[in-house]
């Protein structure tokens, strides 16, 4: 199975903040990587597909980019409703997997 | 608007059996693509398994394979998981979701989750 690796584990940003988190893959997986938002108890909502797709009705503050191994996802200014925990997944090689996770804190 | 709504979680004994429901409205599970992942606690999600458009197809991951079935009821629009021979390690919370298109390429709309905990 194809490892994703997300850093940081955890971080905390002020209001504001650009927040920027970090995928990587184990493998080439060109663009397939989408970008995941989950908050306590409940399930995880899809913001970001292939690499860069917005999903229908996600804030345009939200940006994901990359390919290959290596991806980004970008808070461009940080709402207070924006803290949840941060997943990514990939689908080039199955099974689809997930990274464990960026838990974003308001500081 | 998709709705997903498992139900059929709870304690089992290791080596018992379970069925999990998805009942789904706002889709039509015979032409969709339609998975079970699961999230232990304090981790990530992990994909289960899947089944695939009009034919059918099954996917599962291979930790599961041999031990889990996904099935659909067509006439009810409901998804199945079919778990047998549970481990400790299937503890978790399992949700149904589905997928744009014709693969389970990403998950666009899941389910609130069910919790399966597996002890003795």
């Known amino acids: 199975d194809i490892q994703m690796t997300q850093s940081p584990a955890s971080l905390s940003a002020s209001v504001g903040d650009r927040v920027t988190i970090t995928c990587q893959a184990s493998h080439d997986i060109n663009k397939f990587l989408n970008w995941y938002q989950q908050k306590p108890g409940k399930a995880p909502k899809l913001l970001i597909h292939d690499a860069s797709n917005l999903e229908t009705g996600v804030p345009s503050r939200f940006s994901g980019s990359g390919s290959g191994t290596t991806f980004t996802f970008t808070i461009s200014s940080l709402q207070p409703e924006d803290i949840a925990t941060y997943y990514c997944q990939q689908y080039d090689n199955l099974p689809p997997t997930f990274g464990q996770g960026a838990k974003l804190e308001i500081k | 608007d998709v709705q997903l709504l498992e139900s059929g979680g709870g304690l089992v004994q290791p080596g018992g059996s379970l069925r999990l429901s998805c009942v789904a409205s706002?889709?039509?599970?015979?032409?969709?693509?339609m998975s079970w992942l699961r999230q232990a606690p304090g981790k990530g999600p992990e994909w289960v398994s899947a089944?695939?458009?009009?034919?059918?197809?099954?996917y599962y991951r291979g930790s599961v394979k041999g031990r889990f079935t996904i099935s659909r009821d067509i006439s009810k629009n409901t998804l199945y998981l079919e778990m047998n021979n549970v481990r400790a390690d299937d503890t978790a919370v399992y949700y149904c979701?589905?997928?744009?298109?014709?693969?389970?390429?990403?998950?666009?709309?899941w389910g609130q989750g069910t919790l399966v905990s597996v002890s003795s």
């Open positions: 089944i695939v458009g009009s034919g059918g197809a099954t």
């Open positions: 706002g889709v039509t599970l015979r032409s969709s693509v």
């Open positions: 979701a589905k997928s744009p298109g014709t693969w389970y390429n990403y998950f666009d709309s």
